[in-house]
Nanobody
């Protein structure tokens, strides 16, 4: 069974950067799209960024210009580079492919 495992979360000050990774247990990302989602306390889960197998990307308006999604098929990994982080970016970030979800990684932006 394929699993998705996120990593790279942590505590960062406002204005800082983090890079999240979503690793698949086998090669799947060359087909379909992969999305990064986040869920903040008391809020619904929202799509942050998405990348298709052709490399097309789209982003939530709140992260455009600050976040970048990329994919390394050879490593079965999708990345989310997050720059200029803000306190409102605090959330559990999870990746999704087809019906699969990772368990998530917590990002906390605080001084």
């Amino acid at each position: 069974q394929v699993q998705l495992v996120e990593s790279g979360g942590g505590l960062v000050q406002p204005g800082g950067s983090l890079r999240l990774s979503c690793a698949a247990s086998r090669s799947i990302f060359s087909v379909g799209a992969v999305g990064w989602y986040r869920q903040a306390p008391g809020k619904e889960r929202e799509l942050v960024a998405r990348i298709t197998s052709f490399g097309y990307t789209n982003y939530a308006d709140t992260v455009k210009g600050r976040f970048t999604i990329s994919r390394d098929n050879a490593k079965n990994t999708v990345y989310l580079q997050m720059n200029n982080l803000k306190p409102e970016d605090t959330a559990v970030y999870s990746c999704n492919w087809d019906v699969l979800w990772g368990k998530g990684t917590l990002v906390t932006v605080s001084s």
